[in-house]
Structure formats: structure tokens, C-alpha cells
């Protein structure tokens, strides 16, 4: 069964960083590529970043372009996203989730990063 | 970035009734849009990819149809755990985007 298991956020002061891993198991991680998608509270959903299956290709939501790095280590099944310069609207709930067929296959249960 | 405007923004159904979300993309995207069912304080979950393709698992009285710029979601008979908000996804171009939501809400 696949499960991807995010870490845990926490609250953070403006300009300030955060490393959020994504722990994945159930299939074949280094055949997949792993997205973030975040959601401000009461908001709807935004994807972030994107990251593919092999770290070749990486893509980014413009507004974080240059501020969260997207990685992955395939020899651990994870996938990170550093943020950092941290600002209040990127207070969300973020999300990781599995590339399928032209979706989102499966998601994690998600982890609130409060910047305040 | 591709525009995904969905409507309507929120719906009063009943159970039993037909509901029907659309979604209008900025510029074509084939049929490459997706469709997913987020309860409150859950994660999404997939509904339908491929603009029409539903995963193993999802009833069948989901549906989706549409390609180019205009999309639809139906729900042929509403039961009581299809109460959630709905949002559609494309997949064309980066950056990817969703639409804004549609709620559906017990009439």
C-alpha cells in the first residue's frame, strides 16, 4: 500500500527556514516523480514544486522560485523541500504527493507551517 | 500560467440528485486535467484523471468528460459522503494549477 508521510512543520519567524521531508513507501520510489502542493488555511489547493523521478528536471511555483529547493535521495525513499526567506503567506498546510498518470496519485496527510 | 475557472463556487444538493461542476481552462489543454474530492481536514484524493478516467476504486457514479478548454464533473446520483469540495487540476503546462473550488453542501 502506498503511504507518504510528510514531517512535521512547526512555526517559524519571518525570513526564517524550515526543511520538510516527504517519507514514501509502497512502490518503486525511484520510478516516480514527487510533487508539494500547499493549502493557506480556509484556501484552496496550490502546487509548489515538482521534482522528477530521477532529480533530472525540478519546477517551481514562481513566488518560491529562488527560496524552496526541492530534492530527493532515492537510497532513502524521501523527498525534501527547504524553504527558506520564509514569508506570512506562505503560512499552509503543505502537502506531498505522488506523480501518476497525469495527477496526483496519492497524497501524504499533510504537515501546517505557520510563519509568524 | 494556465487559469482554471470552476463554477459554480459552491452548490445546495440533495441526496439523490444530479450535480454537474465545470471547468474552464485559459488555453487548450487537451485532456490533460484531473479531478479530486478533499473532505475537511483530509487530504485530497484522486477522482479522475485523463479528463475521463477513473481510478480503481472511485464509484461510478463519477464522471468526467471534456477536453480543450472545457471540463466537467458529474456526480449522477448524490449519496451523503460525496458532501466535500471539489477541484479540478491541470496537468499541461508548469506551473501546474487548480481550479478554485467548488463546495458541494447538503440542501
Known amino acids: 500500500q502506498v503511504h507518504l508521510v510528510e514531517s512535521e512543520g512547526g512555526v517559524v519567524q519571518p525570513g526564517g527556514s524550515l526543511r520538510l521531508s516527504c517519507a514514501t513507501s509502497?512502490?518503486?520510489?525511484?520510478?516516480?516523480?514527487i510533487h508539494w502542493v500547499r493549502q493557506a488555511p480556509g484556501k484552496g489547493l496550490e502546487w509548489v514544486a515538482y521534482?522528477?523521478?530521477?532529480?533530472?528536471?525540478?519546477f517551481y511555483l514562481d513566488s518560491v522560485k529562488g527560496r524552496f529547493t526541492i530534492s530527493r535521495d532515492n537510497s532513502k525513499n524521501t523527498v525534501h523541500l527547504q524553504l527558506t526567506s520564509l514569508r506570512a503567506e506562505d503560512t499552509a498546510i503543505y502537502y506531498c504527493?505522488?506523480?501518476?498518470?497525469?495527477?496526483?496519485?496519492?497524497w501524504g496527510q499533510g504537515t501546517l507551517v505557520t510563519v509568524s | 500560467a494556465i487559469q482554471l475557472t470552476q463554477s459554480p463556487s459552491s452548490v445546495s444538493a440533495s441526496v439523490g440528485d444530479r450535480v454537474t461542476i465545470t471547468c474552464r481552462a485559459s488555453?487548450?489543454?487537451?485532456?490533460?486535467l484531473a479531478w479530486y474530492q478533499q473532505k475537511p481536514g483530509k487530504a485530497p484524493t484522486l477522482l479522475i484523471h485523463?479528463?475521463?478516467n477513473l481510478p480503481g476504486g472511485v464509484p461510478s457514479r463519477f464522471s468526467g468528460s471534456g477536453s480543450g478548454t472545457d471540463f466537467t464533473l458529474t456526480i449522477s446520483s448524490l449519496q451523503p459522503d460525496d458532501f466535500a469540495t471539489y477541484y479540478c487540476?491541470?496537468?499541461?503546462?508548469?506551473?501546474?494549477?487548480f481550479g478554485g473550488g467548488t463546495r458541494v453542501e447538503i440542501k
Open positions: 504527493a505522488k506523480g501518476g498518470v497525469a495527477s496526483f496519485e496519492y
Open positions: 509502497g512502490f518503486t520510489f525511484s520510478r516516480y516523480g
Open positions: 521534482i522528477r523521478f530521477d532529480g533530472s528536471n525540478k
Open positions: 488555453r487548450d489543454i487537451t485532456t490533460d
Open positions: 485523463d479528463a475521463s
Open positions: 487540476q491541470q496537468f499541461n503546462n508548469y506551473p501546474l494549477t
